[in-house]
């Protein structure tokens, strides 16, 4: 894991409202930029099953628009 600096996805463009991922003590860790004290913390082998699963899209579903 290497860095410690919040990183916001390419697909949030210039807007303020945006997931945020970074690691932190060995963990994942992720917030929506305009709650940052709410974090998400999981482990690597987890964030990666679920990027998997995201990918393929496995929670597509639970879109009520879609962009």
Known sequence: MRSSTWQKSSYSGS???CVEVRTAGGVI????SDEGDVIVRAAAPNF???LQGA???D???LLTTRA
């Open 15 to 17: 807007n303020a409202d």
């Open 29 to 32: 860790e992720l917030r929506e």
């Open 48 to 50: 990666s099953a679920f």
């Open 55 to 57: 990918k393929s899209g």
């Open 59 to 61: 929670f597509d579903h």
